[in-house]
């Protein structure tokens, strides 16, 4: 079989299954599994930035909140259907990426490092000085206004297990077939060239500035998606997730499963939620456990678990 | 045929701090010819060059291309415009394949805006990219990783990097640096293909192989201590006095 053949056979496989998952998986992780989707769809985003293009951010956590709050506030003083926010909300995180970059991509290295952190950290502090529309930190529940979702043919009530972890598998498909789509299209490959040398990219002739601009706007659109989801499907806002928190979060995750591999961060986001589920129930010192269960990561598999994979036995992987 | 003029600088300067690499250089290339750019090390060839591919900003003076002023064109802008360069110092990408490093070259020629659009168009790439290895005899490298091929096969890569890109004007940076003799000589006859033609490319060589100068080049510019100090036929350069004080020291 061809290469592209079996790349999508694998990925066709892998949704194949997390669909499949749902009937024979047991209340309590069938219900995880609907929140790691929606996470892991937020770490393909960022990896599409980070593990593509080799922009460290840290500041992802505006993008999932802009989804987030477009969404939850659209809903709550709205009275916005489901669509609809989920629309906004990846409008907002697509709207404020495109601004951010306009920005932010004047610097790089270190210095666009920090910048993503400072403006995400004003981002957050935005919805803690807003809190008589946004509640802060206490944040606002949307379940009381938020109708069911409308496929036209039937409703489906958001607050079914079924209906969360179908809508969180779909969002994440999206998220999960856009991204290999993107890696293994021309644009995919001046990305990677970006990365590995930014300077020999633009004496091939591209203009790495509007690549990055590009990159960063369909990263901030996949987490806002995400961000959309969690807040359409939990059916909580608050600014937590704003928080310095769910920037470092996707960072993980990605680097966990494997920078630059698209399988990476789906299997990041679930190793990483289970791990903390697991520990935090055994100890109250559970961040230590995942601390150096993530330090003997690095200096055993620093490429990450399907960058390791890649590099020993399957080269084909994009 | 008239002689038509395809790029000209007009007293054009670069400092480095206190150290002036370029000083007031006038240059002006023929459209067709191959030119050698010779001079001993730190002459100013690779700032003069990089100046003339956007690489490096010109502290002073013009360039123009076709009559056309670009001093303020980007790099990649003048890449559209076919001034092509290709580095003394190879540059590659060593950690993706030969295929991909070619790959990124053609895509750029491709009309449609082809690297905006998702998918497609691969076969079309994989055609010329097979077409451009085999121009420069690395078909069996293909798929193996740029940084992995011997230095003298990675300069060849580079060289088919910058031919993909289609140059109308080619500057080649010290190319046969570290080639073996066989090689050179196989580089020779590409380098003429290149220029060969109605359609041909203007080349311009830098090179420390006096050899290669003198084999392929139809007219040499001499350059030392950042200003042009002769340029002419090889006969001329080699009988002219300055120049020979320039390569034996004073
Ligand atoms: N980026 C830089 N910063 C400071 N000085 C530089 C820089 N690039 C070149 N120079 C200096 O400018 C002078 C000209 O350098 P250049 O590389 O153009 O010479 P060259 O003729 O290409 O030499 P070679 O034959 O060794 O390649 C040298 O003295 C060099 O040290
Ligand atoms: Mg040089």
Not at chain 2, 43 to 50: E, F, P
């Amino acid at each position: 079989m061809s290469v592209g053949g079996r790349v999508l056979l694998l990925h066709l496989g892998i949704v194949a299954l997390l669909f499949a998952a749902q009937f024979v998986l047991p209340a309590y992780h069938h219900g995880a599994a609907a929140r790691i989707l929606v996470l892991a769809a937020f770490a393909v985003g960022y990896n599409v930035l980070f593990g593509y293009t080799g922009l460290l951010s840290l500041g992802h956590a505006m993008f999932f909140a802009a989804g987030l709050y477009g969404a939850g506030l659209s809903v709550f003083y709205l009275g916005f259907g489901a669509w609809g926010a989920l629309g906004l909300g990846i409008l907002s995180g697509l709207l404020l990426a495109f601004l951010f970059g306009l920005v932010a991509l004047r610097t790089g290295g270190v210095a666009f490092l920090i910048v993503t952190l400072m403006f995400a950290q004003a981002c957050f502090l935005t919805t803690l000085y807003f809190n008589e529309i946004t509640f802060g930190d206490q944040g606002f529940v949307i379940s009381r206004q938020l109708g069911p979702l409308d496929l036209g043919l039937a409703q489906f009530p958001f607050a079914e297990p079924a209906v969360k972890y179908n809508m969180a598998l779909a969002v994440f498909a999206a998220c999960f077939a856009g991204s290999l789509l993107l890696v293994r299209s021309p644009l995919g490959r001046v990305l990677v060239a970006i990365r590995e040398n930014e300077p020999r990219t633009r004496m091939l002739g591209y203009d790495t500035w509007r690549y990055k601009l590009l990159a960063l706007v369909i990263s901030g659109a996949m987490s806002a998606a995400a961000g959309a989801t969690y807040a359409l499907l939990f059916s909580y806002v608050g600014s937590t997730f704003a928080s310095i928190q769910y920037s470092i979060y996707p960072l993980l995750w990605t680097l966990l499963g494997g920078l630059g591999t698209t399988i990476g961060p789906l299997l990041g986001t679930g190793l990483m939620y289970y791990l903390v589920d697991v520990s935090s129930g055994l100890t109250s010192a559970y961040l230590l456990i995942v601390g150096l269960a993530l330090v003997v990561l690095v200096v055993w598999f620093p490429k990450g678990i399907m960058g390791a994979l890649r590099e020993r036995w399957l080269p084909w992987l994009p | 045929m008239a002689a038509v003029e395809l790029l000209a600088t007009t007293a054009l300067n670069r400092h480095f701090g206190g150290l002036q690499a370029v000083r007031d250089v006038q240059f002006s290339l023929r459209q067709g010819e191959i030119r050698g750019l010779i001079g001993p090390n730190g002459a100013g060839k690779t700032t003069l060059v990089g100046m003339i591919s956007g690489r490096l900003r010109a502290s002073s003076g013009g360039i123009a291309f076709k009559g056309r002023d670009i001093t303020r064109l980007k790099s990649w802008q003048r890449v559209a415009l076919g001034i092509v360069y290709t580095f003394q110092v190879t540059s590659i990408y060593p950690n993706l394949s030969c295929y991909e490093n070619l790959a990124l070259a053609v895509q750029r020629r491709l009309p449609g805006g082809l690297a905006i659009r998702f998918g497609g168009g691969e076969g079309a790439i994989a055609g010329r990219v097979a077409a451009a290895l085999a121009r420069v005899g690395l078909e069996e490298d293909r798929d193996r990783l740029a940084g992995e091929l011997p230095y003298g096969h990675q300069r060849l890569l580079e060289v088919a990097m910058g031919l993909a890109l289609e140059p109308e004007l080619l500057i080649l940076d010290e190319p046969t640096q570290g080639l073996a003799e066989g090689e050179i000589a196989q580089f020779c006859t590409l380098v003429r293909e290149i220029a060969e033609g109605a359609t041909g490319a203007t080349v311009l060589l830098i090179e420390h192989n006096m050899e290669v100068v003198l084999d392929l080049a139809e007219r040499i510019t001499v350059m030392d201590r950042g200003a042009v100090i002769a340029e002419g036929t090889a006969a001329e350069i080699q009988g002219d006095a300055q120049v020979q004080r320039a390569y034996l020291g004073t």
